[in-house]
Each structure stands twice: as C-alpha cells, then as structure tokens.
C-alpha cells in the first residue's frame, strides 16, 4: 500500500523566513508611528469643528484638510518604496519624521484654510507616507507564521491613540486654542524620528543588471518601474483587489472625522461626543489583535474573513445615524463598538496578507503602489460626505453613502480568481529568498537562520497561518 503525499508538498510555498527577532523592536516602532499618523487621522473630528467655527467655511471645504492628507498619505507610498529599495528605509523613515512635525507647526500659523491643505495637509501627509510604507513592509519582513498578529499589534496603536487623542486633543483645544493643540501634537510627531532609527540596515551589493540599467536612458527607466514594481499594474488579482480597497477607503475615514460633529448635532456634549470616538478606539483595538491572531489559525481563507469584515463595517457604518435618531447615547455608544471592533478587523488582513497577492520580492512595491491607487477613495470620502451633510442639513446620507461603499469593495473583491475556493492558489512565483535584502534591512542574525528543513513542517506554519491568502492592504 503506498501513502499519498501530504497536500501542501504539491503546492509552492512561501520560503520559511524569519519569525520575530529583532523584529518585535519593528513591531513596537510601527505601533508608535501608526499611532502617531492615524491616530491623529483619526482624531481630526476634534479640530474639524474647530475650523469650521474659526474660518467659518462649510463642512466639505475643512473635509479637505483631512483627504488632502491622507491622499498625499497614500500618493508618495511608492516613491517612498522605490527609495527603500534603491537606498534604505532608515532614511526614508526618518525623513518622514521630519516633514509629519514640521507640517503641524506650520499649520499653527494658517490665516486660511489653503494654508491648512498646505501644512497639515501635503507637508505631513507627504511625511506620513515616507513612515508607513517602509515600515510595515519591515514588519511583515521579518515575520511568517505570526505575520498578521504581529500587523495587528501594531496596527492596535491605532485605536489606542484614537482612544487617548480624542479627549486630550478636546482638552488641548479648550486649553491651548487650536493652533496651540496642534503645535503640541507636531512636537509629539517628531517621535517618528526615533522610531525609523531602530531600523537596521543591511548594505548589500546591487545586482550588476541593475547597475548596467543606470548607463542609458532607457535603462534608467526600466531601474525606475523596477523599483516601483510597476509590473504589477499588468496583473488582475492585483488590480481587482486594489479597486476592492479603494471602493472601501470611500468610506473609511468617514466616522472618524464626521462621527464627533454628528454626535453634537444630535445633541449630545463635547465630551460625550469625543468619548464615542474613543470607545469606538478600545474596540477597534481589540478588532485587530483578535482579528490576526485568528487569522493565523488558519482554520478559514483570509480573503473569506476581510470580506466578511468589510461587508459588516459597511453595515455598522449605515446604522450610525439609525442608532441617534431617538436620541439614544447608548444606542450610538453600542453602534460605534461594533464599527470600531469591524474596521480594526478588517485593517489587520489586508495588509499581511499582501506577500501573497505580490511575493515578498515585490512587497514593498506592491505596497506603496496599493495605498497610492487607493488614494482616489480617501481623497474624495470625506469631502463627499460633507458635501452630502451641507446638502441634507445633516448627516445621515454621509454615512449611508459611506457604508455602501464598503459593501460595493466586499463584492467587488469576490470577483478575485480563486476567491470561492475553499483552499488557498499557489503563490506567486519568483519570490525572494532573502525577503528583507529587498528592504534594505537587516535582522539579528539568528532570527534570519532557517534551521528547519521539513518541508511537511514548513508547508504547514506558511499554507496554514504565515499570509494564508491572496491578498493585502
């Protein structure tokens, strides 16, 4: 009688990499980034009924600080992976860092709101963008088989800070007025700088094709889309689910800068207001760790659970204004949990799932490529939204709208190849094997030592819990 091979043996697999290490010091710097970026995204609610006041604009015109920074957030991401990968992600970190605090002081000293779309919005959005690409591809680096737990620890920062940001910023600004907040908050940003400094760098040789690139002109194009990983742009399961993520970054942002003007409008005071945004944070908190610590259980496909997630985000979304129409406090409270367990969910898998969308070699690549083609939902969300509320009188159909869109991003991810397979397609081909020489990056050295040798072991802790799908955020 002869046995059958073990399943995973027939399929390609993910080269067993490193698991943690040095890489837990990464986990901890992209928690403090993530914190201090969308976190204070997150927060805007607070200065957003600041300006409105102070300038006395409508709420689509301050709606554009917000989306101005966070398409600028999403524009640079592949330039700033096409540096990573000519020169190393340190700098670029670190450079980020910089231009993120520089851009909130500047923006202490607007007369107008142009000067605020300027500073807080391309200044720091650029500097945002510099930190996070980088970054997250470092993490997902140096993990396989806890791969999304680690994404979701770091990615927990953000509700966290949107739990601490929203009742000090609200204090800040009674304090301080607004333009001392936001001086405080740019001097809290420059902690970023620390952040990129821990990033080891690995200074490894170019490889000879990529230096005879440089000599021509049109060598140094094909260095510049090999960089940018431009290929991509070629491949559907990447484009299709590129456009999935866009149809939900519509949406995404929406609560976090409309929620707090909603929850005053219908009555409730400032604090109460800020806590809902806060609640809203523990919850998005715990969304995230128990969404990738489940996903590394492997026991469902990945793509399964994020469409599961977004589908119910965009519910949640939609019933925001339901639960305040009868004045109900905890109603609103109760909603706001659910978003926020939901949203945080969601986020934890679309990035760490990417290794299998684009392989570890195109990583950061694909990773700066996502975010600057999902930028055109960022950027136009919130403004649509307050343009619905300035049309409406208040906002009711901005998160309706918003919700739908989320639902439209889960259907349109189910035209993914492979997507009601109950087992996951091979991965893409030419990965690295060496993921993090790609990065500019440099683990301890015995977190790169690959020990393990049985490939029924190694086919089990990659198909099973490492990036079980085929796509990422």
């Given at each position: 009688?002869?046995?059958?091979?073990?399943?995973?043996?027939?399929?390609?697999?993910?080269?067993?990499?490193?698991?943690?290490?040095?890489?837990?010091?990464?986990?901890?710097?992209?928690?403090?980034?993530?914190?201090?970026?969308?976190?204070?995204?997150?927060?805007?609610?607070?200065?957003?009924?600041?300006?409105?006041?102070?300038?006395?604009?409508?709420?689509?015109?301050?709606?554009?600080?917000?989306?101005?920074?966070?398409?600028?957030?999403?524009?640079?991401?592949?330039?700033?992976?096409?540096?990573?990968?000519?020169?190393?992600?340190?700098?670029?970190?670190?450079?980020?860092?910089?231009?993120?605090?520089?851009?909130?002081?500047?923006?202490?000293?607007?007369?107008?709101?142009?000067?605020?779309?300027?500073?807080?919005?391309?200044?720091?959005?650029?500097?945002?963008?510099?930190?996070?690409?980088?970054?997250?591809?470092?993490?997902?680096?140096?993990?396989?088989?806890?791969?999304?737990?680690?994404?979701?620890?770091?990615?927990?920062?953000?509700?966290?800070?949107?739990?601490?940001?929203?009742?000090?910023?609200?204090?800040?600004?009674?304090?301080?007025?607004?333009?001392?907040?936001?001086?405080?908050?740019?001097?809290?940003?420059?902690?970023?700088?620390?952040c990129g400094a821990v990033i080891c760098v690995q200074k490894t040789?170019?490889?000879?094709?990529?230096?005879?690139?440089?000599?021509?002109?049109?060598?140094?194009?094909?260095?510049?889309?090999?960089?940018?990983?431009?290929?991509?742009?070629?491949?559907?399961?990447?484009?299709?689910?590129?456009?999935?993520?866009?149809?939900?970054?519509?949406?995404?942002?929406?609560?976090?800068?409309?929620?707090?003007?909603?929850?005053?409008?219908?009555?409730?005071?400032?604090?109460?207001?800020?806590?809902?945004?806060?609640?809203?944070?523990?919850?998005?908190?715990?969304?995230?760790?128990?969404?990738?610590?489940?996903?590394?259980?492997?026991?469902?496909?990945?793509?399964?659970?994020?469409?599961?997630?977004?589908?119910?985000?965009?519910?949640?979304?939609?019933?925001?204004?339901?639960?305040?129409?009868?004045?109900?406090?905890?109603?609103?409270?109760?909603?706001?949990?659910?978003?926020?367990?939901?949203?945080?969910?969601?986020?934890?898998?679309?990035?760490?799932?990417?290794?299998?969308?684009?392989?570890?070699?195109?990583?950061?690549?694909?990773?700066?490529?996502?975010?600057?083609?999902?930028?055109?939902?960022?950027?136009?969300?919130?403004?649509?939204?307050?343009?619905?509320?300035?049309?409406?009188?208040?906002?009711?159909?901005?998160?309706?709208v918003a919700g739908s869109f989320f639902i439209l991003g889960a259907?349109?991810?189910?035209?993914?190849?492979?997507?009601?397979?109950?087992?996951?397609?091979?991965?893409?081909?030419?990965?690295?094997?060496?993921?993090?020489?790609?990065?500019?990056?440099?683990?301890?050295?015995?977190?790169?030592?690959?020990?393990?040798?049985?490939?029924?072991?190694?086919?089990?802790?990659?198909?099973?819990?490492?990036?079980?799908?085929?796509?990422?955020?």
């Amino acid at each position: 009688m002869t046995m059958s091979k073990p399943k995973a043996d027939t399929q390609t697999v993910e080269p067993e990499g490193p698991d943690g290490g040095w890489g837990w010091v990464l986990v901890g710097a992209l928690f403090v980034s993530i914190g201090l970026v969308f976190g204070l995204v997150r927060s805007m609610g607070i200065f957003f009924v600041e300006f409105i006041q102070y300038f006395g604009e409508s709420a689509q015109a301050v709606s554009w600080i917000t989306s101005t920074g966070v398409a600028a957030l999403q524009f640079i991401s592949p330039v700033a992976a096409a540096l990573c990968n000519a020169y190393n992600a340190r700098v670029v970190v670190i450079t980020g860092g910089i231009l993120a605090g520089v851009g909130l002081i500047l923006a202490t000293q607007a007369t107008s709101l142009l000067h605020l779309y300027l500073s807080m919005g391309v200044i720091s959005g650029l500097g945002w963008g510099l930190v996070i690409t980088p970054m997250l591809a470092s993490v997902i680096a140096s993990f396989t088989r806890r791969r999304s737990l680690a994404v979701g620890l770091a990615f927990s920062s953000v509700g966290l800070s949107a739990f601490a940001f929203n009742p000090l910023f609200q204090m800040l600004v009674e304090m301080y007025a607004w333009r001392g907040a936001l001086l405080i908050v740019g001097g809290l940003s420059f902690n970023i700088i620390a952040c990129g400094a821990v990033i080891c760098v690995q200074k490894t040789p170019q490889a000879p094709a990529k230096v005879m690139r440089r000599s021509t002109c049109a060598g140094m194009l094909q260095g510049i889309s090999s960089y940018l990983e431009l290929s991509l742009l070629c491949e559907r399961p990447f484009l299709t689910y590129t456009l999935a993520i866009t149809f939900t970054n519509v949406g995404f942002f929406v609560p976090y800068v409309h929620l707090v003007a909603h929850s005053r409008q219908v009555g409730f005071s400032e604090y109460q207001a800020a806590f809902i945004m806060s609640a809203g944070g523990v919850a998005d908190i715990l969304g995230r760790i128990v969404s990738g610590w489940f996903a590394d259980l492997g026991n469902f496909r990945m793509i399964h659970l994020l469409a599961m997630w977004m589908s119910l985000a965009g519910v949640f979304i939609v019933l925001l204004p339901v639960s305040s129409m009868t004045g109900s406090y905890p109603g609103l409270m109760v909603v706001s949990l659910l978003y926020g367990f939901t949203s945080g969910a969601l986020t934890s898998l679309v990035f760490s799932v990417m290794p299998k969308i684009v392989g570890l070699k195109r990583l950061a690549g694909g990773l700066g490529l996502l975010q600057l083609l999902e930028s055109g939902g960022g950027l136009v969300g919130v403004p649509l939204s307050g343009w619905l509320r300035d049309k409406t009188g208040n906002y009711t159909a901005s998160f309706v709208v918003a919700g739908s869109f989320f639902i439209l991003g889960a259907l349109t991810m189910a035209t993914l190849p492979h997507f009601f397979s109950c087992t996951d397609p091979p991965p893409p081909q030419g990965q690295s094997k060496n993921p993090q020489s790609e990065l500019g990056l440099m683990a301890q050295p015995a977190a790169i030592t690959d020990t393990d040798d049985d490939k029924e072991t190694q086919s089990k802790s990659i198909v099973g819990a490492a990036t079980p799908e085929l796509n990422g955020r």
